[in-house]
C-alpha cells in the first residue's frame, strides 16, 4: 500500500488503480457485525426493527452506533436498512413529494444536477424545507425515523444539520459517472489537488450520505451502484476520473434491489453513480440525504459581501500597479467567501460545474474584467438573492 503522507498533496495523475484493485478485493465475515442480519457482496445488512429496538435502550444504541461507525470507516463503506422508514409515514411522505415533483414541473426551466443533465431527471432541491411547509405532519412521522437517527449518529456525533433531495430518475434515464460526493467530490481535480493530504482524509468524516427509497427499485431500475472499500483510498478525490479506476468501478460495483422505505448509508468517499432505468413503467423515486456535522461552521458570523464593497477599491488599485496574483488571492481569500455552498439550488444551481460561484470568485472576476464599484454592487446583491433561505 502506497504511503502518502511525506508527498504531503496527491498527483492526479498517478496509477494506483493496483491499490484500489487490492482495497475492494476485501471479503468481510458476517461476525464481524454481530447486529447485521447478512452481508450481500461486501453491503453489510441491519434489519430496520432491530435498530427501532435498540434505539430504545442506550446501552445497545451505543454498541450498535461503535459497530456501525467501523462498517462506515473501516469496513465496507456501504450499509443498507431495510424498512428504516415506517411505510405509513413513507406512503404519505412520497405523496407530498409527488405533489413538489408537480409543481416543480409546472415551472419554466429544468432543474441543474451535479452529475446530470440538466432536465434528465425530476430533482427538487430543498426538499427538507418543502416538505415541512406543505406537509408538517408527514415531515415529523418521517424523520422520527430511529434508524436514520440512529446511523446518523453513529457516523456525525449529535447536533448534524440535515439536507434533503427528492430524485425521480423516469424510464430510459442514463446512470451516472462513479465519484465521490460533498465536499471534496464537488470539486474539479485540480481544485481538490491543492487541499492537502490530511484535508483528503478529514473531508469524508463531515457528511453522511443517504438514499430512502420511495418506491420498489429492481436492479433494472438503476438503484445506487457502489463500490464497497472503495473509501479506503486515499487519493480517490483526484483520482476518480481516470479512465482505468471508471472500468474497475463497471467491473466490480454493486447494486442490490430496494424495496420502498429500505435506506443505503454510506461513506462519501465510497465511489457510487446512480444506475440506468432500464424499465418502462418504473419512476425510481429516492430521497437523497446530505447529513453534516455539527462542526462546520465558524465561531462569528461575518458580513463578508460588506467587508468585499469596503475593500474592492483597494483590491482594484493594487491590482492596476501589478500587486502579485499570490497576494491578492491572500488579501480576497482573508475577506470573501470563498465556498460556493450552502447555498440556494432553486436559484443557484450547479449549471455547468458541481458547484455555482462563490463570492471569492465574483472578486476575481471583478478584478480580471475591471468591474466598476456599481457593477461589482449589483454582482454581490444578485448573488446574495440567489443564496438567501
Not at 461503535?66 to 405523496?95: N, Y
Not at 462542526?295 to 475593500?311: K, L, N
Request: proline share 7%; aromatic share 8%; with cysteine.
Amino acid at each position: 500500500m502506497t504511503t502518502y503522507a511525506a508527498a504531503g498533496y496527491f498527483d492526479a495523475h498517478q496509477d494506483t488503480v493496483d491499490e484500489l484493485a487490492e482495497l475492494i478485493a476485501t471479503v468481510t465475515p458476517l461476525a464481524t457485525y454481530p447486529h447485521a442480519t447478512t452481508i450481500e457482496r461486501e453491503v453489510v445488512v441491519y434489519d430496520g426493527d432491530v435498530l427501532r429496538e435498540a434505539a430504545a435502550d442506550p446501552d445497545r444504541r451505543r454498541h450498535l452506533m461503535i459497530e456501525v461507525a467501523s462498517v462506515l470507516r473501516d469496513g465496507p463503506g456501504v450499509v443498507l436498512v431495510r424498512g428504516a422508514v415506517d411505510r405509513p409515514a413513507l406512503d404519505r411522505t412520497t405523496a407530498a413529494f409527488r405533489r413538489l415533483v408537480d409543481e416543480q414541473r409546472a415551472g419554466a426551466e429544468p432543474e441543474g444536477d451535479f452529475f446530470a443533465a440538466a432536465g434528465a431527471n425530476d430533482r427538487v432541491w430543498n426538499t427538507l424545507e418543502k416538505l415541512a411547509i406543505a406537509d408538517p405532519d408527514a415531515f415529523v412521522d418521517y424523520y422520527a425515523s430511529e434508524a436514520i437517527a440512529l446511523m446518523c449518529e453513529a457516523w456525525l456525533g449529535p447536533a448534524y444539520q440535515m439536507t434533503s433531495q427528492v430524485n425521480v430518475v423516469n424510464p430510459g434515464g442514463v446512470a451516472q459517472s462513479p465519484h465521490r460526493d460533498y465536499h471534496l467530490g464537488f470539486m474539479s481535480d485540480e481544485s481538490a489537488a491543492v487541499f492537502p493530504v490530511h484535508v483528503h482524509s478529514l473531508s469524508p468524516l463531515l457528511t453522511l450520505q443517504v438514499a430512502v427509497a420511495h418506491t420498489d427499485m429492481p436492479v433494472e431500475s438503476g438503484p445506487t451502484m457502489v463500490l464497497p472499500h472503495s473509501q479506503k483510498f486515499p487519493p480517490g478525490y483526484v483520482a476518480w476520473k481516470q479512465p482505468a479506476l471508471i472500468e474497475l468501478f463497471e467491473r466490480h460495483r454493486v447494486q442490490l434491489p430496494l424495496a420502498a422505505g429500505d435506506a443505503v448509508f454510506f461513506c462519501p468517499a465510497v465511489f457510487h453513480a446512480a444506475g440506468s432505468n432500464h424499465t418502462t413503467d418504473v419512476k425510481r423515486m429516492a430521497n437523497l440525504l446530505q447529513v453534516s456535522s455539527a462542526f462546520g461552521r465558524t465561531m462569528e458570523s461575518i458580513d463578508r459581501a460588506r467587508m468585499v464593497r469596503a475593500i474592492f477599491p483597494a483590491l482594484r488599485e493594487r491590482h492596476r500597479v501589478g500587486m502579485s496574483p499570490t497576494r491578492l488571492a491572500a488579501a480576497i481569500g482573508a475577506s470573501a467567501e470563498g465556498y460556493a455552498f450552502p447555498t440556494n439550488l432553486d436559484r443557484d444551481p450547479p449549471i455547468g460545474g458541481l458547484a455555482p460561484a462563490s463570492q471569492a470568485d465574483l472578486v476575481r472576476r471583478a478584478l480580471d474584467e475591471g468591474w466598476s464599484d456599481d457593477q461589482l454592487d449589483v454582482a454581490l446583491t444578485a448573488h446574495a438573492e440567489r443564496r438567501r433561505p
